[in-house]
C-alpha cells in the first residue's frame, strides 16, 4: 500500500521583523505568516483533500509551522515536526558568508546539479531529494499525511521548475 502525502507550501511569510533585528543566515527563517499567510492557512484547512488524514508533519522553519499548526488547530489532526523538511540549503556550511540570492540564481542555471566549477556551496536537487524522501518513509505507516513545507522542498518529489504558490498543494504517493 502506498501512502498519500498532501504536500502544503506555507502561507504568505513577512520578514520585516527579523530584518529589523539583523537577523542573517538561518536567522531569517524565523520569520512569520503576514495577515493573509493566516488567512491562507485557514482556508487550506477547509480543504476537503486533507479529510482522513492522519497526521501533519511540519519543517520547523516559522513559517511552516505556524501554517501547520493553524491546520493542526482547525482540523484536530496531531502535528508533529521533522526537522528535515527544512528548506533548501544556500549554503551548506552554514558560513553565510555568501549572498543566498546569488547561490539560488545559480541552482536554478545548473538545473540543481552541483559541480567542481559552482561558486556557491548549496544543496544539491539530488541531495534534496534524498533528504525529503528520507524522512517521509519513516511515515509510510500511514495512509495519509500532510507534509506542511517550503516550495523548493515540495519540488523534491514533483519536478524541478514546480512553482508552488503560497499554502498550494501538491499530492504524491509513496
Known sequence: MKTKFILVRHGEPRYD???????????????????????????????????????????????????AAIISRLTDIPLTVENDLHEWMPDTTFLFDQDANDSFQEYLSAHGIRNVSHRYRWESYPDLKKRVQLTLIKYKNYKKVIVVCHGIVMSALTRFDDVIEHCGVREVKL
Request: hydrophobic letters at 35%; charged letters at 30%.
Open 17 to 67: 521583523e527579523v530584518i529589523e533585528k539583523g537577523y542573517v543566515g538561518m536567522g531569517y527563517d524565523l520569520g512569520k505568516l503576514s495577515e493573509n499567510g493566516v488567512r491562507q492557512a485557514e482556508e487550506r484547512a477547509k480543504d476537503p483533500l486533507l479529510k482522513d488524514a492522519e497526521i501533519i508533519i511540519s519543517s520547523p522553519y516559522t513559517r511552516a509551522l505556524q501554517t
